[in-house]
């Protein structure tokens, strides 16, 4: 079956450790992004890729980072700089920037 | 004025009834319009894009006034199972970005 894949579905962490979050695609699709979402909030945009080997900031992408080694994957690491890390992460993907966005079902994490 | 606007909500309606979602945003150059459903604590699935020319889809019709900057989505005949949150999401045609609304609730009530 073709999809976007995330996991874990749940992650607990502590304060001040770092945390990657995993996502694939077998769409081929070229573009990839990752997105939060706080209660009662819309989607906020924190990087994407465009193309294997490139990627952008979005709106909120302080205390993140990410990598696009290879077409299939887009990890973001949430660092102990993010001040508020808890909320649910969601990773879509796209043909190109200009195509319909599919999302994954998402990661919840939760920073005790 | 935000970027994507939605009618607060929460809708309460009884089955059967018709509904009717806004969605104002505020760039005047943004060029794609979508509506995503979104069932709770799961992710946003694309339901509609939405057309100049306004779109159909079964029960739900989504229409694009750019006048007004503004895009609607209309769900007849409401079911149970159309109980959602309904987020609309705009792009932007000079960076491709793409900004959601906070979302409306909708409860469609036996």
């Known amino acids: 079956d073709g999809g976007i894949t995330q996991s874990p579905k749940y992650l607990f962490r502590k304060e001040g450790q770092n945390v990657t979050l995993s996502c694939e695609q077998n769409?081929?699709?070229?573009?990839m992004y990752w997105y939060r979402q706080d209660p009662g909030q819309g989607l906020r945009l924190i990087y994407y890729?465009?193309?294997?080997?490139?990627?952008q900031k979005g709106d909120i992408a302080e205390g993140y980072s990410v990598s696009r080694e290879k077409k299939e994957s887009f990890p973001l690491t949430v660092t102990s700089a993010q001040k508020n890390p808890t909320a649910f992460y969601l990773c879509?993907?796209?043909?190109?920037?200009?195509?319909?966005?599919?999302f994954g079902p998402g990661t919840r994490l939760t920073v005790l | 004025r935000k970027e994507v606007e939605q009618d607060p909500g929460p809708f309460n309606v009884p089955e059967g009834a018709t509904v009717a979602f806004n969605c104002t945003y505020s760039?005047?150059?943004?060029?794609?319009f979508f509506w995503y459903r979104q069932d709770c604590r799961k992710e946003p699935k694309l339901l509609m894009s939405?057309?100049?020319s306004g779109n159909e889809d079964g029960r739900f019709t989504a229409q694009l006034n750019r006048a007004s900057q503004y895009i609607s989505l209309l769900i007849r005949d409401s079911k149970l199972s159309d109980s959602a949150t309904y987020l609309c999401?705009?792009?932007?045609?000079?960076?491709?970005?793409?900004?959601f609304g906070k979302g409306t609730l909708l409860t469609v009530n036996p």
């Open positions: 769409l081929n699709h070229d573009a």
């Open positions: 879509a993907s796209s043909l190109g920037l200009a195509d319909e966005q599919f």
């Open positions: 890729s465009q193309i294997v080997n490139d990627f």
């Open positions: 999401a705009v792009r932007d045609g000079s960076n491709y970005k793409l900004t």
């Open positions: 760039n005047s150059a943004s060029q794609s």
């Open positions: 939405v057309y100049s």
